[in-house]
């Protein structure tokens, strides 16, 4: 077996299995080589879905409502925040989809020490938007199909519907790790949305499903952690005013977005250079 000194190394990681190690330092060397595509597609997206989020929050709910103060808050006072974190949500996770085409053109060839712009990435990942769309909609599709099954048990088991809702959670966390690699294998090896379903979950089991679980969970806390710092302060600079909020909203998703889904990336080249060798990877990425 190579060593570290022995493996070869064309660009951002060795050509050779990776460990968290070699996973973190190659999402640090990505994001250093590429920053107008990686930081600048992630400041773009931030800004985008900022401003759509608050452009239809205003239009829909009549302005930029705060979370209600109260012990116990009424339906009445939790509608308006439940209706803009909705839109939030939807917002974001949509425009994520640019961004995570983005990477998934500059990291494949990264890892053979090429670097890519910004115009470069979105000429290459635009025809792909649609089946991104596609594989969101799907996934998405299937978790509200859990999620209803679970507020159903639980609506009519009582005590009991919560024990039976509890497998609708390990579903969940299931298919949320089986497929992390659908947009890779999308943009990637150009692939469509049931196929690029199927063959995530295939080389997530290649080499481990708890692998994938144990990194993504590390590096979502420990993201987690200080996107929740740096927000507290801007709170606090700002005196919790929504300006104050959006910036640190966009500050921190243009850093941390763009470094997890590089790390994605990045696992999703490992798991399928373990199972399938590194040629293929290369004559796509080239």
């Known amino acids: 077996m190579s060593t570290d000194?022995?493996?070869?190394?064309?660009?951002?990681?060795?050509?050779?299995?990776?460990?968290?190690?070699?996973?973190?330092?190659?999402?640090?060397?990505?994001?250093r080589r590429n920053p107008r595509a990686l930081f600048g597609g992630g400041l773009l997206v931030a800004v985008i879905a900022e401003l759509v989020t608050v452009a239809v929050t205003v239009?829909?709910?009549?302005?930029?409502?705060?979370?209600?103060?109260t012990e116990i808050p009424t339906f009445a006072e939790l509608r308006p925040f439940l209706i803009a974190t909705m839109i939030a949500l939807l917002v974001v996770e949509v425009m994520a989809l640019v961004?995570?085409?983005?990477?998934?053109?500059?990291?494949p060839r990264a890892?053979?020490?090429?670097?890519?712009?910004?115009?470069?990435?979105?000429?290459?990942?635009?025809?792909?938007?649609?089946?991104?769309?596609?594989?969101?909609?799907?996934?998405?599709?299937?978790?509200?199909?859990?999620a209803v099954i679970a507020v159903g048990a639980i609506v009519l088991g009582g005590?009991?519907?919560?024990?039976?809702?509890?497998?609708?959670?390990?579903?969940?966390?299931?298919?949320?790790m089986a497929f992390s690699f659908a947009a890779s294998v999308a943009v990637v090896e150009d692939q469509g949305v049931i196929e690029s379903l199927r063959r995530s979950r295939t080389l997530v089991h290649a080499v481990g499903w708890w692998r994938v679980f144990g990194i993504l969970l590390l590096a979502g806390l420990a993201t987690g952690i200080v996107a929740a710092i740096v927000g507290a302060l801007f709170e606090?600079?700002?005196?919790?005013?929504?300006?104050?909020?959006?910036?640190?909203?966009?500050?921190?998703?243009?850093?941390?977005?763009?470094?997890?889904?590089?790390?994605?990336?990045?696992?999703?080249?490992?798991?399928?250079?373990?199972?399938?060798?590194?040629?293929g990877l290369w004559r796509e990425a080239a």
Do not use: W
């Not at 050509?15 to 190659?26: A, N």
């Not at 961004?99 to 990291?107: A, M």
């Not at 005590?159 to 949320?176: D, I, K, N, Q, R």
């Open 5 to 31: 000194n022995e493996a070869l190394r064309l660009g951002i990681v060795p050509l050779r299995p990776l460990g968290l190690p070699d996973l973190v330092g190659g999402t640090v060397q990505a994001l």
């Open 59 to 69: 239009l829909v709910v009549g302005g930029l409502p705060a979370a209600p103060t």
């Open 99 to 107: 961004l995570v085409g983005v990477v998934n053109v500059v990291v």
């Open 111 to 146: 890892v053979f020490g090429h670097v890519t712009g910004l115009r470069a990435a979105l000429t290459a990942m635009l025809p792909k938007l649609p089946r991104l769309l596609g594989i969101l909609a799907a996934i998405g599709a299937m978790m509200i199909g859990i």
């Open 159 to 176: 005590e009991a519907g919560v024990l039976l809702a509890f497998p609708a959670v390990v579903a969940v966390v299931y298919l949320s």
């Open 236 to 279: 606090t600079v700002s005196g919790g005013s929504s300006l104050g909020t959006s910036l640190a909203t966009v500050l921190t998703s243009a850093v941390f977005a763009p470094a997890t889904t590089v790390l994605t990336t990045l696992l999703y080249v490992d798991h399928r250079c373990r199972s399938e060798g590194i040629e």
